[in-house]
């Protein structure tokens, strides 16, 4: 589904990403993992188009997204979250999955209609399976961190993508909400026989849903594998799990 | 909230100011016809300052743009009104995709120091190129618009030349204000209001967020340049200064002191700045100076302009009401 080989990205000559490749198959969920710093979110930023790679090429579904531009990847079926929950602050919770699915229905450009009840049921279907439909009318910036999390899962959702790139989708949350939202999303995955690559720093979290990890240090992956093979990589647990355990 | 939206403003006051020549009184009409064509100049602002979040410090370039080729058109070339304002329309517009293409490509006040760099420039053209502008004189002596088929309409058949380019004015800016309407409701809209909340997540549900801003960019230009048309006829005349960076700061506080965050909000801050300003001049001559003030106290007290103040009142009051 996803071929990276030997991206690398450097800032001001510091090395951020230096040379990672990297094969997500269809249908499996992956997780990037690493220490702070170890350019989980360059990477992440590198595949969506938002940074241009300094070499090395992406390759989505048999073709080359290298240095194509972010709403044109959006457009061919990879729907992304942010590290830093990234919705549309000042709308409702509605308007907010509304307008991807305008977007995605190639219903932007049309200036004539009404937006308001466009695509209502549609909508509110994403909401019911993120469990937010009771809150559809509330402007998105009153939801709960957690709840803000989901919904931008909702608008990753609404460009019905066939992959989706999650970037520390638990970050920020209680534990309880943590196993919360890690449990919706491994439904909805599965549901939508979605592939599924995320970054996160929870191992629990990691290791519950996981089906491959990739190990992400100082710019370089050091281990790739089951979460077995990893866990007993004696290399990863010298620079990331001997660290917290 | 099922009262409000039975009761039909926009048709009470678009009957309402039909009526004002009925008053009698040449200076209300003045003020009207002044009140109505800055409202649609401030609303077409407002497309890009509330609806896509883009800060437009050059705005009367456009409104100038507009002005000119109306007033050329019917004065150098003798070609009637209804053709003029069309082309100024057009013009505006092609000028707002030509400097836009440019603007969009920048953010926040890179983007707005490059509004103003175009701006001034149209307004350095307007100045020098004599032959064409008149320069500095400005246009002097654009002929009114043929109106005396207006004369043999039942009503308003006896009135006044300038009682009829009124009307002629109020039916056109309520056209304007229609399709402006229709487009921040529609699915269009609803994408520039994603792309006010937030351009990296717009991007990323497939929007290229540069095209739609920058048609953003021309409709705001076009619907100011009809308003600089209607203008420049209700001002016998046009004049480098229609796109000085003053004048574009006047439109930003319209906008402001009305409210970004309403449809109708900058035409009421239009008709609140001129209705004020009339009133005020009238007492003292230290005009900025209170202008000034009542910006402050406004900044700080109603964020959301005269129309966000009113609307929280009435929520407010509505909530009392239920409890």
Sequence with gaps: ?245 | MTMAKRIPWTLIVFVAALTIPYLGSRFYTFLATDIIILALFAVSLNLLLGYTGLVSFGHAAYFAIGAYTCGILMKTYGIPFGIGFVAAGILSGLFAALFGFFCVRLTKIYFAMLTLAFAQIVWAICLKWNSVTGGEQGLLNVPSPDLGWMASLPLIGDMRSADHFYLVALVLVALCFAVLRRIVDSPFGRILNTIRENPERAQFIGIDVRRYELAAFSLAGTFAGLSGALFGLFNRGVFPDFGYWSKSAEVLIMAILGGMGHFWGPAVGAAALILLNQQITAYTQYWPFILGTILIILLFVFPGGIVGALHAGYVRLRARRDA
């Design chain 1, 1 to 245: 589904m996803l071929e990276v080989r030997d991206i690398r990205k450097s800032f001001n000559g510091f090395t951020a990403v230096g040379g990672v490749s990297l094969d997500v198959p269809a249908e499996s969920i992956t997780a990037v993992i690493g220490p702070n710093g170890a350019g989980k979110s360059t990477f992440f930023n590198l595949l969506t188009g938002h940074l241009r790679a300094d070499a090395g090429r992406v390759a989505f579904a048999g073709r080359d997204i290298t240095g194509v531009a972010p709403h044109a990847i959006c457009r061919m079926g990879i729907g992304r979250s942010f590290q830093h929950t990234n919705i549309f602050r000042n709308l409702t919770v509605f308007q907010n999955v509304q307008a991807a699915l305008i977007a995605h229905a190639g219903q932007a450009r049309n200036f004539w209609s009404r937006a308001d009840d466009l695509y209502r049921e549609e909508t509110l279907k994403i909401l019911e399976s993120l469990g937010l439909a009771d809150k559809a009318d509330a402007v998105s910036s009153a939801l709960s961190h957690g709840n803000q999390k989901q919904l931008e899962l909702g608008i990753a959702l609404a460009s019905d993508p066939k992959l989706l790139l999650l970037d520390e989708p638990t970050a920020g949350m209680s534990a309880t909400e943590t196993r919360e939202s890690i449990r919706l999303l491994a439904r909805i995955v599965a549901e939508r026989k979605l592939t599924l690559l995320f970054t996160e720093h929870d191992m629990e979290v990691v290791f519950s849903i996981a089906q491959k990890i990739a190990v992400l240090h100082q710019g370089k992956l050091i281990a790739e594998g089951t979460p077995e093979q990893v866990r007993a990589d004696r290399e990863v647990r010298r620079v990331y799990l001997g660290e917290r355990h």
